[in-house]
């Protein structure tokens, strides 16, 4: 799970180890029409419903997290966890309580803080969604599939906001570097390659090696997101490719996959993982080609790269 430098931790449990993990991939932004501060909104998760937010934001600026941005909570519904895994970060936010006010200064700049971080650390493309599932930023009610029965949340003023200072402003803080989130742990740089031809049998997995089968011996946390780049040569029309990062002992053994990419056809195609790698486990990727007539299809080309810090 990941928690955000700059946001108090108020843990909640025990949903934050009880409920399933989440591959990030939107920021959907709430008013809570209530006044409270992000200590006030932690108490309410935790004593009141068993709904929950991964942020609290208080009007003065006070910002707090509640679960890892890696593991579920449920204030968006349909966006929650999807079923391949994918899941929105959410933000309650302090308002009055008929969510008619604009976000404070205070709290329009920790939300764009916020927001550019979640983009470094996870790799949310710097969008507005487009549909309930695009991966990007949005409000609550920008689409049905996050509300149950509809919502008016966060209200005209706030969705006005939205478009024309805070997610502008999300766009121009995120290009800014992403600094280092303990300052006597250095950044690392992953960045290996192999041009060696492999031939993927179709329907079979196999193990890809860079420098070699271990792309992570942790503990490593990831920095922004990991690629896995994979060229494909000449391949069949309708060739499907699953990639697939997993963890397992130093021994390979007790693999733990994190559930499939799929990619199609012939060419260059990119696999985005974001968990860190816990103490005593190693990161591993393997490809599986699948293609209609039973070919195999020969990778002429991997790469992997990404930022961590070794702890």
Same mark, same amino acid.
């Given at each position: ?15 934050? +180890? ?10 959907? !932004? ?20 068993? !709904? ?24 968006? @519904?349909?966006?929650?966890? #999807?079923? +391949?895994?994918?899941?929105? %970060? ?36 710097? #969008? ?19 509300? %149950? ?8 003023? #706030? ?23 303990? +300052? ?26 860079? #420098? ?45 996959? @994190? ?15 974001? %968990? +860190? ?21 020969? !990778?002429?080309?991997? !790469? ?8």
């Amino acid at each position: 799970m990941a928690w955000y430098p700059n946001a108090t931790k108020y843990e909640l449990q025990p949903e934050s +180890d009880s409920q399933p993990a989440i591959r990030p991939t939107q920021f959907i !932004l709430h008013s809570i029409a209530a006044p409270w501060t992000a200590r006030r909104v932690y108490e309410y998760w935790r004593d009141s419903t068993n !709904l929950e937010s991964h942020f609290g934001l208080g009007y003065a600026g006070d910002l707090g997290q509640y679960i890892g941005t890696e593991t579920r909570a449920d204030a968006n @519904y349909q966006a929650n966890r #999807r079923p +391949d895994g994918t899941g929105a %970060v959410s933000i309650e936010t302090a308002s009055n309580t008929n969510a008619t006010d604009r976000w404070t200064d205070e709290q329009v700049d920790r939300l764009i803080r916020l927001g550019a971080w979640l983009h470094h650390r996870h790799g949310i493309p710097l #969008r507005i969604c487009r549909t309930h599932d695009d991966p990007g930023y949005g409000y609550h009610r920008l689409h049905e599939e996050w509300a %149950v029965g509809g919502t008016i949340c966060p209200g005209n003023a #706030r969705v006005t906001q939205f478009r024309e200072v805070v997610f502008p402003g999300i766009v121009a803080e995120a290009a800014n570097p992403s600094p280092p989130e303990e +300052d006597d742990m250095p950044i690392a740089k992953l960045h290996e390659s192999n041009a060696f031809d492999v031939e993927l049998p179709s329907g079979s997995w196999v193990g890809l090696a860079f #420098r070699d089968a271990v792309i992570h011996a942790g503990p490593r946390t990831l920095i922004g997101p990991l690629y896995v780049q994979l060229t494909i040569g000449d391949a069949p029309q309708g060739t499907r490719l699953d990639g697939r990062f997993y963890a397992t002992d130093p021994d390979g053994s007790s693999p733990s996959g @994190y559930g499939d990419l799929t990619k199609w056809g012939a060419g260059t195609h990119q696999f985005l993982h974001n %968990v +860190d790698v816990p103490a005593g486990k190693h990161l591993r990727f393997e490809v599986c080609a699948t293609t209609p007539d039973g070919s195999p299809v020969t !990778l002429i080309h991997r !790469l992997v790269t990404g930022d961590y810090v070794a702890s």
